[in-house]
């Protein structure tokens, strides 16, 4: 990804604009879906898998093509992506918190401090910020199946689906948060930027959620297919 592009992310009238001229797309997304498909969470997390594709996605293809095509830089693209979704999504926690009394505390705690954290950077450190892009990157490529596999389970699609789609989900979202986010994390103490508080805090902080629930998922994904395995040997 290209680093020159860092620096004149500064807040201005104009990106606070392009905010939230995103946010209100995917509130309006939201509503869409959610007239289409009454039920909040499956709505929810439809738009979060295209989010999580869409950034993906656009990191790729500048990390392969930026220096061969020469094309604009879409790290501006990807910080407005991420800083209004995770806008759109904290006022979400909020309404569910207020209206369904749903136990959304620590992802609307986490949703905060995030939005903290990148505004702290891009006022004082915006060559840090790619450091947090990198952590959103590695986070986003391991939610993608845990999206899939909740859709699968609440659209009650085929069993044998939803075991394969939580084996894939289990073995990308370890890969991810516990191999690539662990290393990132070293090179990053190595280039001596662990001194910065938002930086090791978001960091600690990714990296336990990483080997928390990589852990869940291992515990989870082991005991369906030793149910698997029982009622295949009753039918036996």
Not at 21 to 28: A, Q, V
Not at 77 to 105: A, P, W
Not at 216 to 222: D, G, M
Request: positive net charge; aromatic residues 20%.
């Amino acid at each position: 990804m290209n680093l020159t592009c860092l620096t004149p992310l500064m807040p201005s009238i104009n990106q606070s604009k392009n905010i939230y001229i995103l946010s209100t797309f995917w509130f309006y997304l939201f509503q869409y879906l959610n007239l289409n498909i009454p039920n909040f969470e499956i709505s929810r997390t439809g738009i979060s898998l295209f989010n999580a594709v869409l950034i993906t996605g656009l990191y790729k293809f500048e990390e392969i093509y930026y220096d061969e095509l020469n094309i604009i830089s879409f790290y501006p693209t990807i910080y407005y992506l991420i800083m209004s979704f995770y806008l759109y999504d904290t006022v979400l926690n909020i309404y569910s918190l207020v209206k369904c009394q749903m136990s959304n505390y620590p992802y609307l705690l986490h949703h905060i401090v995030t939005i903290i954290v990148y505004l702290h950077l891009q006022l004082g450190h915006p060559e840090l910020s790619k450091v947090l892009i990198d952590y959103y990157y590695y986070a986003e490529c391991s939610n993608i199946f845990l999206y899939i596999t909740y859709l699968v389970s609440k659209l009650k699609l085929n069993k044998t689906l939803l075991l394969g789609a939580l084996t894939l989900e289990t073995v990308i979202y370890t890969k991810y948060r516990v191999y690539h986010m662990t290393i990132l994390g070293y090179n990053l103490f190595n280039k001596s930027l662990g001194s910065e508080f938002p930086i090791l805090y978001v960091g600690f902080i990714i990296l336990f959620m990483g080997y928390y629930w990589s852990f869940k998922l291992l515990k989870k994904t082991s005991q369906s297919y030793y149910q698997l395995l029982c009622i295949r040997k009753k039918q036996d």
